[in-house]
């Protein structure tokens, strides 16, 4: 009996004792010592080729709390029933973004997010970037690529994003910044794991917005899409600043900045504590990570 309990002990701890541990969760700050490398190769990933739409069909069910098979039964048909409405509004909002994406055919968003990756990193006088590069390839594979070719001892991932609000008044360009430690043994084609990692969002949102997104995408596409392209210009402009602001955060400016006691904010859908007030009305907060909301002025103010 006991040979057979000993057996059955060790069928049990043995699949968890070979299983390979969790890496470590990437933090928001920068340590000290992480500071120190000489240099860091840079991959800029911006891996769409127009500007992305974004759906909000709501929670329609979930299947935490069981329900026997009747509720299994119940909830596969709400989940097939979710991804019907979600495929219907993705339809109709890649429909009705159409317009804007005619005018910004010649918007050149690939020498944008590098212009800003550079600025932005150039401004951080530990980062020492070396060899920024842009690629289309946001995969796994795409990153195990540029670390297998990386001869620093860091390299860093600048992923970014851009896309209207699924209410179409909102255009948000959006950065995930990673760093990671080389790996040891690059033959093993293995992408390293991060260390550090932050997504910052920067929102410009219409100053006069409609319920209709029809509406909303006429005032973004209007005389050749210019309100558009001054959002892009002032979201990605805030990245610039954002950025580096995030990746020279210290532990103790962190918790400070997110203290319980600090005011909070509501802005372009996000809520958090406020880190600060722009003097034409943006804000800074946190929310998850640094979220920036700037308003376009009324037309007939813009320069």
């Known amino acids: 009996m006991r040979l057979l309990i000993g057996l059955c002990l060790a069928a049990v701890v043995a699949p968890a004792a070979m299983a390979a541990p969790e890496p470590a969760k990437p933090s928001a700050i920068v340590a000290e010592r992480d500071r120190a490398a000489d240099d860091r190769a840079v991959q800029t990933v911006l891996a769409q080729k127009w500007i992305e739409t974004s759906v909000d069909v709501g929670r329609v069910a979930s299947s935490a709390g069981g329900g026997g098979l009747i509720g299994a039964i119940i909830i596969e048909s709400m989940d097939d029933k979710g991804r019907r409405m979600r495929d219907t509004a993705v339809q109709k909002a890649e429909a009705t973004v159409a317009p804007l994406r005619q005018v910004l055919g010649d918007f050149d968003a690939d020498a944008l997010v590098l212009a800003t990756t550079r600025?932005?990193?150039?401004?951080?006088?530990?980062?020492?970037?070396?060899?920024?590069?842009?690629?289309?390839?946001?995969?796994?594979?795409?990153r195990r690529a540029f670390a297998a070719s990386a001869d620093t001892l860091q390299i860093a991932f600048v992923v970014y994003s851009y896309g209207l609000s699924p209410d179409f008044t909102q255009i948000r360009a959006v950065a995930e910044i990673s760093l990671a430690h080389q790996a040891k043994d690059k033959a093993r084609g293995a992408a390293p794991a991060p260390y550090y990692r932050q997504t910052i969002i920067s929102v410009v949102q219409l100053d006069r917005r409609s319920y209709a997104p029809e509406d909303n995408v006429a005032a973004w596409a209007a005389d050749d899409g210019r309100r558009a392209r001054a959002a892009l210009d002032k979201a990605f402009g805030s990245l610039e600043r954002t950025i580096p602001y995030a990746l020279n955060l210290t532990e103790a400016e962190l918790q400070r900045l997110t203290g319980k006691d600090r005011e909070k904010a509501f802005?372009?859908?996000?809520?958090?504590?406020?880190?600060?007030?722009?003097?034409?009305?943006?804000m800074l907060l946190w929310s998850k990570g640094l979220v920036h909301v700037q308003t376009l002025p009324p037309a007939n103010e813009e320069g």
């Open 119 to 142: 600025a932005a990193l150039g401004q951080i006088g530990w980062f020492r970037a070396r060899d920024i590069a842009l690629s289309k390839d946001a995969s796994p594979d795409g």
């Open 267 to 282: 802005g372009a859908g996000f809520y958090g504590p406020l880190i600060a007030r722009d003097p034409d009305g943006g």
